[in-house]
Nanobody, 127 residues
Framework: QLQLVESGGGLVQPGGSLRLSCAAP????????IGWFRQAPGKEREGVSC????????HYVDSVAGRFTISKDNAKNTVYLQMNSLKPEDTAVYYC????????????????????WGQGTQVTVSS
């Protein structure tokens, strides 16, 4: 059973940076597309970014494009979300999710396309 473990969340001031990690111990993430999602209190879950199994395709929601960067280190079985120029509206619990693709190098941006989810990590942007 694939288990995803997120880390790297915390409290940061507006304009600051954080790097989230999504690890999958014992599994080869090269077979999986990975998505990052977030959910703020009282709001629906939102897709933030995704990366295809090869790493060749990425996608960002408009609100984070140019500030966030997703990357994949298949050797370490870890996906990263580098978040720069953070804003208070980025405050949320961030989740990573995985879906295995045998052939396609797709990068789904909707949550119900994913099969496995992590437990989430809290990101709080506040002065």
């Amino acid at each position: 059973q694939l288990q995803l473990v997120e880390s790297g969340g915390g409290l940061v001031q507006p304009g600051g940076s954080l790097r989230l990690s999504c690890a999958a111990p014992g599994f080869t993430l090269g077979d999986y597309a990975i998505g990052w999602f977030r959910q703020a209190p009282g709001k629906e879950r939102e897709g933030v970014s995704c990366i295809s199994r090869s790493g060749g395709m990425t996608h960002y929601v408009d609100s984070v494009a140019g500030r966030f960067t997703i990357s994949k280190d298949n050797a370490k079985n870890t996906v990263y979300l580098q978040m720069n120029s953070l804003k208070p509206e980025d405050t949320a619990v961030y989740y990573c999710a995985a879906r295995r693709f045998s052939y396609s190098d797709a990068c789904p941006s909707v949550g119900n396309a994913y099969e496995h989810w992590g437990q989430g990590t809290q990101v709080t942007v506040s002065s």
